[in-house]
């Protein structure tokens, strides 16, 4: 059974209509040859990393719960505090969930799992460098960054995340699946393009087409 992700996540069309039009060709990704990064030295990277402020992104979202499978197109405006969520459906605003420091507002409301999965699934899957006092574990062909709640597993070679697993305090587990690398080049910056977050028994895939992130 397949909807759009607008009825998953129980949107529906205003009677105004707004149109789509933040997709921007300089900020699209460009397909490359993985990362090779041996030598760099990963907690140099984080830190770097840790410079970015806030990120915006477009991408497509997909939903599936059971045998349905919902999809959209999304625009998200990120920080370590702040998101603001804006779906869109056939090119017109169709809901939108925002958050500022771990107050939630939706319009229409969502149910519990569905904000955690497009809030703090969203928000770790991007920041996955603000983790916060960690253990560093080598691996043969990985790194784990580990702390009391969360672990982040680094590939050595492309210094990019593989998975993350994340405790959350409900005692169930929020894991994200990373895959398609890709460079951002202006200014450059490699990064997962196709994430999968899972919790409980709802998968939000996101495949992301332009990322922007502001220092």
Same mark, same amino acid.
């Given at each position: 059974?397949?909807? +759009? ?5 129980? $949107? ?8 789509? @039009? ?5 900020c ?10 041996? *030598? ?6 984080i ?13 497509? $979202?997909?939903?599936?719960? *059971?045998e349905?499978i919902?999809? *959209? ?10 998101? +603001? ?18 107050? !939630?507002?939706? +319009?229409?409301? $969502? %149910? ?7 809030? #703090? ?6 920041f996955?460098?603000?983790?916060a ?8 062909? /990985?790194?784990?960054?580990?702390? #009391?709640?969360?672990?982040?597993? !680094? #590939?050595?070679?492309? @210094? @990019? =995340? ?7 305090? #409900? *005692? ?6 990373? %895959?398609? =690398?890709?460079?951002?080049?202006? =200014? ?6 196709? $994430? /999968?977050?899972e ?13 922007? =992130?502001?220092?």
């Amino acid at each position: 059974m397949s909807r +759009n992700l607008l009825t998953a996540l129980g $949107l529906k069309r205003p009677v105004f209509l707004f149109l789509v @039009l933040f997709i921007a060709v300089s900020c699209a990704p460009k397909q490359a040859a993985r990362p090779v990064r041996e *030598g760099v030295a990963l907690e140099e990277l984080i830190s770097s990393l840790k410079n970015i402020q806030a990120l915006e992104t477009v991408m497509t $979202l997909e939903y599936e719960k *059971g045998e349905s499978i919902m999809s *959209g197109e999304a625009f998200m405006n990120l920080s370590a505090k702040e998101l +603001n969520l804006r779906v869109y459906y056939l090119g017109f605003l169709a809901g939108e969930v925002k958050e500022k420091e771990g107050v !939630i507002e939706t +319009n229409p409301k $969502l %149910d519990r799992n569905k904000k955690i999965l497009l809030t #703090d699934g969203l928000r770790s899957s991007f920041f996955w460098w603000n983790i916060a006092e960690y253990t560093l574990e080598n691996e043969d062909d /990985r790194y784990i960054l580990r702390n #009391d709640f969360r672990k982040v597993v !680094i #590939d050595k070679k492309m @210094l @990019l =995340p593989l998975i993350q697993v994340i405790e959350m305090p #409900d *005692g169930e587990k929020l894991t994200v699946y990373y %895959d398609s =690398p890709v460079v951002q080049p202006e =200014p450059a910056l490699w990064y997962q393009s196709s $994430l /999968r977050i899972e919790y409980r028994q709802s998968i939000v895939k996101a495949k992301i087409k332009s990322f922007l =992130p502001l220092r």
